[in-house]
């Protein structure tokens, strides 16, 4: 399998700007997990969905962020507009219900808002 | 809300040594608690977990943790430490949202570094 997909891997843009990462979890898990880690605050939950669902989105940190999953193989994390106190490493998991403790963690998307 | 504390930023030991990562938690009923591991620039992975049974879980790459209730402690160890070793290394403990959903919550991260 090849794990937790994230694209891209960098993300160089300028403030005010639309920004959409990627993740394609590992197929037959059904809980998909966006976190966003930085110096200053750590690993945070911003969202999680269940069989597409979101399940919890209490670490959404403002309106601008919003997180979709159309499908089971497939989610965006989009930022609208982007601010430089976004910049962070922005990671995708995937678990399955059995195991909702044992996520799997992509690479991440290293954001950078100017 | 659950949380753990990770009260060193970095550990510092020899290879061949053995090694502590330090974890403490706070939670209200019986802890579920995780270690995570994190090398450059990839994702966390998964090491081992305690939700019940014996106080010392195994887990990957030859780690253990021993879960102390009195102390409220889960410190992460091993016999012998490996250069390959070095990472940046999460406690995490579940914590279960105000709708009744569950979730980790990680601790702020211990850097090792295994010198050699």
């Known amino acids: 399998d090849a794990g937790v997909i994230q694209s891209p891997r960098h993300e160089v843009t300028e403030m005010g700007q639309e920004v959409t990462l990627r993740c394609k979890p590992i197929?037959?898990?059904?809980?998909l997990f966006w976190y966003r880690q930085t110096m200053m605050r750590g690993l945070e939950l911003l969202i999680y969905?269940?069989?597409?669902?979101?399940?919890?989105d209490s670490g959404m940190p403002e309106d601008r962020f919003s997180a979709k999953m159309p499908n089971a193989s497939f989610s965006t994390l989009k930022i609208q507009p982007s601010e430089p106190r976004d910049s962070a490493v922005y990671f995708c998991?995937?678990?399955?219900?059995?195991?909702?403790?044992?996520?799997?963690f992509g690479p991440g998307t290293r954001l950078t808002v100017t | 809300a659950q949380s753990v504390a990770q009260p060193e930023d970095q550990v510092n030991v020899a290879e061949g040594n053995p090694l502590t990562v330090k974890c403490t938690y706070s939670?209200?009923?019986?802890?579920?608690l995780f270690w995570y591991v994190q090398y450059p620039n990839r994702g966390l992975q998964f090491l081992l977990k305690?939700?019940?049974?014996?106080?010392l879980v195994k887990g990957s790459y030859g780690f253990e943790a021993e879960f102390n209730k009195s102390q409220t402690s889960f410190h992460l160890k091993k016999p012998s430490a490996l250069v390959s070793d070095s990472a940046l290394y999460f406690c995490a403990v579940r914590d279960i949202t105000t709708t009744g959903f569950q979730k980790l919550v990680f601790g702020t991260g211990t850097r090792l570094l295994v010198s050699p």
């Open positions: 969905f269940n069989n597409n669902v979101p399940i919890d």
């Open positions: 998991a995937s678990t399955e219900g059995t195991g909702i403790y044992e996520q799997y």
């Open positions: 305690y939700i019940t049974g014996d106080n």
């Open positions: 939670v209200s009923g019986n802890p579920y």
């Open positions: 197929s037959g898990h059904d809980y």
